[in-house]
């Protein structure tokens, strides 16, 4: 009840489109859903998260979409550009509780 | 602020060997989390510490994996003895209490190598 399933696993985009990467959760006392990205070499970092009481959240082509009913929230990357090229992990957490992170997606834009 | 500091960045041993890796977490970081990562397992929690107290090591592979917090701004992982199904990234991380540990700052991980 605790996992967070992320896909895909890996993602090809062409510079200028849309890169949408989904999540599932089970457990609905999750209270807080970060998405974080990670470039090679590097630790993941925060990107940008969003908490069950509103659908959508926005911060420059960033946007978070959360479908509260069916469990589910989806990281959009709009206008993706190949420094956009890393890997993005979902994650969920209660109150108190640590992180639980999804497997993980591989974004490649291509120029 | 510095951030996260892991040292070393980058240990290639043999098998057999101990393996010690360090940590040290943001200052007025309350939280501090080890995390393994891997291409078949992704990112691994393996154990965190709130207040220097380990609260969870359930994630620990087995009994050749120990981590101590002995202050606010030290943290060690160790491997003794090391196998080649350890190499991995291994990350730390640190969080404030106070926000919830809602946020982590990931240091930038030490490689580790098991030949």
């Known amino acids: 009840q605790q996992q967070v399933k992320q896909s895909p696993q890996s993602l090809i985009v062409q510079k200028g489109g849309i890169s949408i990467i989904n999540c599932a959760y089970e457990n609905t006392a999750f209270d807080y859903f970060p998405w974080y990205q990670q470039f090679p070499g590097k630790g993941p970092a925060l990107l940008i998260a969003i908490r069950p009481d509103v659908s959508e959240k926005k911060e420059g082509r960033f946007t978070i979409s959360f479908n509260k009913s069916a469990k589910q929230f989806s990281l959009h990357i709009m206008d993706s550009q190949p420094g956009d090229s890393a890997t993005y992990f979902c994650a969920a957490k209660t109150s108190g509780s640590r992180l639980t992170f999804g497997e993980g997606t591989q974004l490649t834009v291509n120029p | 602020d510095a951030g996260v500091i892991q040292s070393p960045r980058h240990e290639v041993t043999e098998m057999g060997q101990e393996v010690t890796l360090r940590c040290k977490p943001i200052?007025?970081?309350?939280?501090l989390f080890w995390y393994r990562q891997t291409m078949m397992r992704g990112l691994e929690l393996l154990i965190y510490?709130?207040?220097?107290?380990?609260?969870?090591d359930s994630g620990m592979p087995e009994d050749r994996f120990s981590a101590k917090m002995p202050n606010a701004s030290f943290s060690t992982l160790k491997i003794q003895p090391s196998e080649p199904r350890d190499s991995a990234v291994y990350f730390c991380a640190s969080s404030s209490l106070d926000s919830g540990a809602n946020v982590l700052t990931f240091g930038a991980g030490s490689r580790l190598t098991v030949l």
């Open positions: 510490f709130n207040n220097n107290v380990p609260i969870d």
């Open positions: 200052s007025g970081h309350n939280s």
